[in-house]
């Protein structure tokens, strides 16, 4: 893939006819019911000639799908490389521990399990088995440190009733990009981000043990620094909730995110269907979208449609840069499509998160930044990441997965034709991949 300037021309040329053939198909959608203008502003060609809605080579954030209302991106937006976690504003629990194992659970605020989906309420939803994951390591891949990380796990898993997990019992590690315990990096602004990592994985996988690994800063070569030193040090799966839109910078990095008997996971990204994110279009990364998930009375209890909502809408899109696997058909792109697969991304449908290092203390957050490490997890605890090094064995196995039917993530508000690209259709589509975990069949 490095340096194949033939093989990407040929991809961008192809992946433009793409762009042409969905706006064609918008605009005429547009024209017979009489709206907009006869032209479509939903999808373009990017600098890069990738099919986006997006004007250039930068990604779009949540102010492009219009007005914000109770979700804000939880990360600084960088140069490079952003965190995928959208947090709502208007949901403010409090700090410590809640429920049961409540110090002062006689009151009425301490007794009462904060807002936000559970680990018991994510276990029901996609049929997880109560145990499982021993062995495993999950690794989050950071940016900068959370001094607090640890004790606010704590908090997180005393008020569900999950195990202890601390350095002292070797359930928790944290190191810096060498792999080292100090010194620590700076501070980066990823305290929410390392939280809900951290919150997800324990939610699906409460025997796991957990790694966090602090990348010193938000550069593209930082971040594969920490990924080697996550597979160095043992992971069996490694979480990826960042991205930035695929370019040729991102070939040096590649290799970093492949490694013999680790599954590998990324966030697709926040901004709905337009230019893919790396690290999540590499072959060897299993990308993960985003559904809203709810109850319903149907046979599962639960129903979830692709993710678009106030503030973002799960990333999906058709790379110009990396060559399409042998084990993904999907007819209408010719590179990797991202996703693969999918879970709950949905800020307004979203877990429950703890975080006191940025006086935030009992939040909800989305995003696919919560997605990649749930599923980080639920690989976990099938127990088996060495068949996992790209996302064929999930391809192969699709039958464990719920069918995502409903709901697109075109930032724009359109529908893209109905193109799967950006439609969540019966089998595969990009926005929610193959489907989400039932049970753990698929992994």
């Not at 996992?388 to 719920?402: E, I, T």
Request: glycine content about 14%.
């Amino acid at each position: 893939m490095k340096g194949n300037f033939r093989m990407r021309t040929g991809l961008v040329g192809l992946v433009a006819a793409v762009a042409v053939a969905v706006t064609a198909t918008v605009t005429t959608a547009a024209a017979s019911t009489g709206t907009g203008t006869g032209t479509s502003t939903s999808t373009s060609t990017s600098t890069g000639g990738v099919a986006a809605a997006v004007l250039d080579g930068t990604s779009v954030g949540p102010a492009a799908h219009g007005p914000v209302t109770n979700v804000r991106a939880a990360c600084p937006v960088t140069t490079q490389v952003r965190c995928f976690a959208e947090m709502r504003t208007d949901v403010h629990g409090g700090f410590g521990v809640r429920g049961a194992a409540a110090a002062h659970a006689h009151t009425k605020a301490a007794a009462a399990l904060p807002d936000g989906l559970s680990p018991a309420t994510l276990h029901s939803a996609y049929r997880l088995p109560t145990d499982g994951g021993r062995g495993q390591t999950v690794a989050v891949v950071d940016a900068g440190d959370d001094a607090t990380a640890e004790a606010d796990l704590a908090v997180y898993r005393s008020t569900y009733g999950l195990p202890a997990c601390t350095t002292a019992n070797g359930c928790f590690t944290k190191v810096n990009q060498s792999g080292n315990a100090s010194p620590l990096p700076p501070e980066q602004g990823w305290g929410v981000e390392i939280s809900l990592d951290l919150d997800m994985v324990s939610a699906a996988c409460p025997d796991c043990r957990i790694l966090l690994v602090e990348a010193s800063d938000t550069e593209f070569a930082s971040f594969a620094t920490a990924e080697n030193t996550a597979a160095r040090l043992g992971a069996t799966e490694i979480s990826n909730s960042y991205g930035g839109t695929e370019q040729e910078a991102m070939d040096p990095y590649i290799s970093a995110y492949s490694h013999a008997g680790v599954a590998i996971v990324a966030s697709s990204g926040d901004e709905g269907f337009g230019i893919p994110n790396f690290p999540a279009v590499f072959p060897s990364v299993i990308a993960v979208g985003g559904t809203s998930l709810s109850p319903s009375t149907g046979s599962r209890g639960w129903t979830e449609s692709a993710w678009n909502s106030d503030g973002g809408a799960g990333g999906s899109g058709c790379s110009a840069y990396i060559a399409k696997p042998a084990w993904q058909t999907d007819p209408n792109c010719p590179g990797r499509t991202v996703a693969d697969v999918s879970a709950d991304a949905d800020p307004n449908t979203g877990p429950a998160v703890y975080d006191a290092h940025d006086g935030d203390g009992w939040i909800v957050v989305g995003g696919t930044s919560a997605s990649s490490p749930f599923i980080a997890g639920v690989i976990a605890l099938a127990g088996n990441p060495s068949e996992l090094a790209n996302a064929s064995y999930v391809y192969a196995h699709s039958a464990g997965l719920n069918d995502v039917v409903g709901g697109n993530n075109d930032f724009a508000g359109g529908d893209c034709g109905g193109d799967y690209l950006c439609n969540a259709v019966p089998g595969y589509d990009a926005p929610s991949g193959l489907g989400t975990p039932d049970g753990v069949g698929a992994f």
